[in-house]
């Protein structure tokens, strides 16, 4: 990735899905510096208590034997990786803001998953908005590409005339100019870089993405950090994520980064066959703190993106 002296120090991050995960992820273990997190078909932080069997049923579909853990233990378990310093101080948080996203057609994700994550954030002292009354199903959302808005699947972008990407940047980052279109460059880089020389070891595909707006190259911007959902990612569905989900546009009027990683689905090594980005542990168990294989790659491009 080219060095762009990119504004590091106010970056927001968004996901469906498990992209929705990681975002909390990134947003909690490095709220210093990340402002803000959107959040489509997410739950919260530390959800899945680095267990496939709890990620899969309790923070999916909860139920009476499968319940979600409670928000104050998660909230005790965020304070414990605090003051053990594996996440940054929690007074960050307070400063940043959560944008939530539920359809209404969404089987995939049950709502009370993602109230739960709001929960969550009042008890940390994040103000939300959770938007509840689209008739969407499993899907990044937007004003007018992909499939009809209640379906959910591939390439998992939805066309429900309601633009999800600038409803959550316009919250994050506060009034935005309008969209227009891209003009910029959408470049590919290698993520091996940023993985310590082995992206498929913890998950990662050989190659990201980013969208850099017009005016960027001369001048420095903020980054967005866009996260895809499984079964999303660029070998499956090709650019749909990456060039239709709603973020370029809005980039390219707001003078802003927006930062496309990329997972791989595995089999052998790392059973990940969906490539979702890791919200359970399959990378070791510090995956949800700074030391996460994933979220340490992912900072290392944004630290690059601002050298």
């Known amino acids: 990735m080219p060095a762009l002296h990119a504004d590091a ?10 992209g929705g995960f990681m975002a909390v992820q990134m947003h909690v273990a490095h709220s ?11 739950g919260p932080y530390y959800c899945a208590q680095a267990s496939v069997f709890a990620g899969y049923f309790n923070c999916r579909h909860p139920g009476f034997f499968t319940p979600l853990p409670p928000t104050a233990v998660l909230k005790a378990q965020t304070e414990a990786f605090a003051a053990a310093g594996r996440i940054d101080p929690l007074a960050g948080l307070a400063e940043g803001r959560a944008w939530l996203f539920s359809g209404t057609r969404d089987r995939t994700v049950a709502l009370a998953v993602v109230e739960a994550l709001r929960a969550y954030y009042a008890a940390l002292g994040v103000p939300s ?21 209640g379906t959910s699947e591939a390439p998992y972008v ?25 003009a910029g460059r959408l470049i590919r ?20 993405f980013a969208y850099i707006a017009s005016g960027c190259e001369e001048a420095p911007c903020r980054i ?35 930062l496309y990683p990329q997972t791989v689905a595995r089999w052998l090594g790392l059973f990940n066959p969906r490539g979702c980005w890791d919200w359970w542990g399959y990378t070791g168990a510090a995956y949800a703190t700074r030391d996460g294989a994933q979220i340490r790659a992912v900072k290392a491009m944004i630290d690059a993106l601002a050298r």
């Open 158 to 182: 939805n066309d429900c005339d309601y633009d999800a990407a600038g409803e959550l940047l316009g919250f994050l980052l506060g009034p935005l100019a309008p969209p227009a279109a891209p």
């Open 224 to 258: 967005h950090v866009a996260f895809h959902g499984c079964r999303q990612n660029a070998d499956a569905v090709g650019g749909a994520f990456v060039r239709e989900a709603g973020y370029n546009r809005w980039a390219e009027s707001n003078r802003l980064i927006v």
């Open 189 to 208: 880089f290698d993520q091996s870089r940023y993985a310590q020389g082995e992206a498929r070891a913890i998950g990662l595909a050989g190659e990201g």
């Open 9 to 18: 120090s106010q970056v927001t991050v968004s996901g469906l899905s498990s």
């Open 32 to 42: 210093r510096v990340v402002k803000g997190a959107g959040v489509l078909a997410g």
């Open 129 to 149: 908005v959770l938007v509840r009354d689209k008739p969407a199903g499993h899907a990044m959302v937007t004003e007018s590409f992909g499939n009809r808005c």
